[in-house]
């Protein structure tokens, strides 16, 4: 997995959700009214966009994070575990940070609930500023009403991450570059397997849907490829997508091509489910 020297910092922005991911290993998910004992606990930053930044930061960018932290003890825990990356706080103080409880399988599969962004009020419009200098700015959808505003703004290239369908993304679409989507995205009232040629119909020329350990899927200029995802020992598959777009961006501002740049970033997330946690596949961790 290629690395950059100091030498070399574009800036790229990440906007999006910011969570304190709580996760426990246990040998099988319990049924109804049933406890079972873990085999392990962690914990660490979640959200697509605070993980795409930190990968992006282990891959010699200077990177933003456009998010919803807060002040509760809880935001002080992920400030520390997000120390190099520079933070831009659009939540009021009293905002609580959204906490995931995950729990991952021996076969590295995990089940998730969160409140994601769902209970932010009030917050605010970040400055157009925040992208100046720019390469790659990353929407996750989940702070819409800034992404939107920042989508608006002239930068190279400006990126999806889709997770999953958010309410109003319809109209950030018209205003994106690159679109990279899991398995489970889908338009409304169609099956995920029409998502790229749907978003292709937005004007949307570089496009790409992950699929697991099955070929990532691609549409580039109309033209339909398959790109093969390594084999690997599955540990833990949390995060694999967030990885997924945070070495894209990274590469992409280190001004490789979308084909290089997402052909690197599938050997990225392919690592990163060979450990635990988000960076396995950058620090042993």
């Known amino acids: 997995?290629?690395?950059?020297?100091?030498?070399?910092?574009?800036?790229?922005?990440?906007?999006?959700?910011?969570?304190?991911?709580?996760?426990q290993a246990v040998d099988a998910l319990p049924g109804p009214n049933e406890k079972v004992?873990?085999?392990?606990?962690?914990?660490?930053?979640?959200?697509?966009?605070?993980?795409?930044?930190?990968?992006?930061s282990r891959l010699g960018c200077r990177v933003r994070l456009v998010t919803a932290l807060g002040a509760s003890d809880l935001a002080d825990l992920v400030r520390a575990r997000l120390a190099d990356v520079e933070i831009v706080d659009l939540a009021p103080a009293d905002h609580q940070l959204p906490v995931s409880t995950i729990m991952v399988t021996p076969d590295g599969a995990r089940s998730v609930v969160s409140r994601n962004a769902a209970a932010l009020l009030g917050a605010e419009l970040p400055s157009s500023e925040v992208i100046d200098g720019a390469e790659v700015v990353l929407h996750d959808g989940h702070l819409m009403d800034a992404s939107v505003a920042l989508?608006?703004?002239p930068v190279p290239i400006h990126v999806l991450d889709g997770g999953s369908w958010k309410p109003r993304l319809p109209i950030l679409l018209p205003r994106l570059d690159i679109a990279v989507v899991s398995a489970d995205f889908a338009?409304?009232?169609q099956p995920p397997e029409r998502a790229l040629a749907a978003l292709a119909d937005y004007g949307i020329a570089r496009l790409a849907r992950s699929r697991g350990a099955q070929p990532v899927q691609a549409m580039i200029a109309d033209q339909a490829r398959e790109f093969p995802?390594?084999?690997v020992e599955v540990v833990d598959t949390t995060g694999a997508g967030d990885v997924l777009h945070?070495?894209?961006?990274?590469?992409?501002?280190?001004?490789?091509?979308?084909?290089?740049?997402?052909?690197?970033a599938i050997v990225a997330a392919s690592a990163s489910v060979t450990g635990r946690g988000v960076l396995a596949g950058f620090d042993g961790r």
């Open 229 to 231: 995802v390594p084999r």
């Open 151 to 153: 989508a608006a703004q």
């Open 37 to 56: 004992v873990s085999t392990r606990f962690w914990y660490d930053v979640g959200g697509p966009a605070a993980n795409a930044a930190r990968v992006a």
């Open 1 to 23: 997995m290629p690395t950059y020297d100091g030498s070399m910092s574009p800036l790229v922005v990440c906007v999006g959700l910011t969570t304190l991911d709580l996760v």
């Open 246 to 264: 945070g070495a894209l961006i990274a590469h992409l501002a280190h001004g490789r091509d979308f084909t290089a740049s997402l052909q690197q």
């Open 187 to 189: 338009f409304p009232g």
